[in-house]
């Protein structure tokens, strides 16, 4: 499979193209690296390639925060300049500047 550079990086602010939620990168992976249940599980007519990066997010919708995986090409940069309130993001990350958190520096590497 042919790995290409990620479009968003760690720390920065996107939300899902089709379903209300947004949330911050925390991990990437080059390509799909979870189960083929959980892959066969999204209906077939939005079901993302595999061979794509990966972003696991700090996510939140309305009601909930939770952790989200979600391939590239659902993803959208968030321009909102909102936090996102998630009860994890102050582990990992420090401030919000802009559409970005920067990570603390115990994450830095």
Do not use: C
């Not at 999204?42 to 391939?71: F, G, M, T, W």
């Not at 090409?73 to 909102?82: A, C, I, K, R, T």
Request: charge should be negative; avoid cysteine; glycine fraction near 4%.
């Amino acid at each position: 499979m042919l790995h290409r550079d990620a479009k968003f990086r760690i720390g920065e602010v996107v939300r899902h193209k089709f379903f209300p939620f947004r949330g911050v990168i925390f991990d990437v992976d080059p390509t799909f690296d979870n189960t083929e249940e959980w892959w066969q599980s999204i209906p077939a007519k939005v079901r993302p390639r595999k061979d794509q990066p990966y972003y696991h997010l700090l996510a939140e919708n309305e009601e909930n925060s939770y952790i989200a995986y979600v391939s590239e090409q659902n993803l959208v940069h968030d321009d909102s300049g909102e936090p996102v309130d998630h009860p994890q993001i102050h582990d990992m990350f420090a401030e919000l500047e802009g559409s970005f958190y920067s990570l603390r520096s115990e994450h830095a590497h």
